[in-house]
């Protein structure tokens, strides 16, 4: 019969490759708490409409990136293809946006049915926050510290830049809309496929376009920044200086348009270039009308998410994961036959006496030097052989697989020292 393969673009993590995802997920934990974050938990699954209403039915995701269908009763359901919206009706309905600040983090599996190749996949994962309540640019600002920081905690300042841009309102940018249509519309044989589709639906998306021939055009296009009302362009520029201050560097790009309907004023992005053209590793900004659309009172709001996939393939490229993380065993106690019962006690009483030692118990008998094979293939750093059993405490030998110690005899009660070396 032929064997059953995972979904294409849907990928499994084996147990080589899940202690950098630990590393990531354990630095981005740390990271939210020390701003005050608290986690938040929504399913997978939600109704369509609120993607619909949310990122907007005729951006991409929502047009042909998401897993539909409808379940028995019916009903017309989606697989979440991103956080933002799910936190809002999350937070809506238990009400937690109401007259109140929230500063929440959650992390999982998005969804979106589109070509995989590197760096981009039909399930990936996000880690996002969304803070609440806030006009900015204080709280937006934060989010930036707070991204710049994880950078350097994770080893790869130096490897993303950020990128700001202020988007304007919703009717800023139906204004520009317009100005755009119209003098793209005489070029409107010379765009590509998917532009002139977008002419009609969501002519500001065409700026975003990789087409060389649509981007030529564009050169002469106007520009979203004669249209953007002051308020925003206040704002903006208060941000800035807040990142001036902060001695955060950033680039402008009035291309940076963002592809979800929602988002509103400033925009940042922090991108590499070490990924091809999957070079966006976190995106975020504001979207200060999205809970009132969704049902709410008005809400200011701002946020981010962090492609985990992508982040985790420059950790692996930059090798910065500790070596104690990439190993799944401290020490591997040998088990010889009739010893059954004692090493078992004894691999339980070296768990007791240290916390967070890592101790394999040679399972399934066999002669001692096949066993010490199996340890130096698990990565343990010590072997712990039962020389003497006899007297009041267990005589063993150690052997260090690294070579850091040649095989010395101890007593169980005399093992600290050589365990302190871990
Ligand atoms: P892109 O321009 O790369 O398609 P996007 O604008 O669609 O990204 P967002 O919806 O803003 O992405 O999601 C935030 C982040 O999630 C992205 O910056 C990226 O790091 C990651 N991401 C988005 N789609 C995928 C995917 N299909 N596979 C892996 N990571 C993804
Ligand atoms: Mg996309």
Not at 21 to 46: C, S
Not at 139 to 153: K, P, Q, S
Not at 275 to 291: E, F, I, N, P, S
Not at 337 to 351: D, F, I, K, S, V
């Amino acid at each position: 019969m032929a064997r059953i393969q995972a979904i294409r673009g849907m990928n499994d993590v084996l147990p080589e490759q899940t202690p950098v995802w630990q590393f990531l997920e354990e630095r981005l934990r740390t990271l939210v708490h020390r701003y005050g974050y608290r986690e938040m938990r929504f399913p997978i699954v939600e109704q369509t409409q609120l993607f619909k209403r949310s990122i907007g039915e005729v951006t991409d995701i929502v047009e042909k990136e998401m897993y539909s269908f409808s379940d028995r009763n019916g009903d017309e359901l989606s697989l979440r293809p991103e956080g933002t919206a799910v936190c809002v009706r999350a937070a809506e309905q238990h009400g937690l946006l109401y007259n109140q600040q929230q500063r929440l983090w959650y992390r999982g599996p998005m969804f979106r049915y589109e070509r995989p190749q590197k760096g981009r996949y039909r399930q990936f994962h996000q880690f996002g926050v969304e803070a609440f309540g806030m006009t900015g640019p204080d709280v937006d600002a934060e989010l930036i510290l707070m991204t710049h920081r994880l950078w350097r905690m994770l080893g790869l300042d130096g490897h993303v830049r950020l990128e700001l841009n202020n988007i304007g309102t919703s009717s800023d940018r139906t204004a520009y809309g317009r100005a755009l249509v119209e003098y793209l519309r005489p070029y409107r044989e010379q765009l590509d496929e998917d532009s002139r589709r977008r002419l009609d639906s969501n002519p500001l998306r065409i700026l975003d376009s990789k087409a060389p021939g649509t981007q030529e055009i564009l050169r002469d296009a106007p520009v979203l920044d004669d249209f953007l009302s002051e308020e925003t362009v206040a704002h903006y520029g208060e941000l800035k200086a807040l990142l001036d201050g902060a001695g955060i560097a950033f680039v402008e790009n009035p291309r940076l348009v963002r592809g979800l309907d929602y988002y509103n004023n400033a925009v940042f992005e922090w991108v590499t270039d070490s990924l091809g053209a999957q070079g966006t590793v976190c995106a975020g900004g504001r979207y200060d009308t999205l809970v009132e659309q969704l049902g709410g009172r008005a809400t200011p709001a701002t946020g981010f998410a962090i492609g985990l996939e992508r982040l985790v393939l420059m950790l692996e490229n930059a090798d910065v994961v500790p070596e104690d993380m990439k190993r799944a065993v401290d020490v591997y106690v040998v088990v010889q036959q009739g010893q059954e019962a004692m090493a078992m006690q004894l691999a339980e009483r070296l768990r007791e006496r240290r916390a967070g030692l890592r101790v394999l118990t040679h399972c399934g008998g066999g002669k001692v030097p096949a066993q010490v094979k199996r340890a130096f293939n698990s990565g343990a750093r010590l072997v712990l052989i039962i020389e003497e059993s006899g007297a009041s405490e267990l005589q063993l030998k150690v052997r260090a697989l690294d070579d850091s110690l040649s095989d010395v005899s101890v007593a169980e009660s005399a093992l600290d020292p050589v365990l302190a070396r871990l």
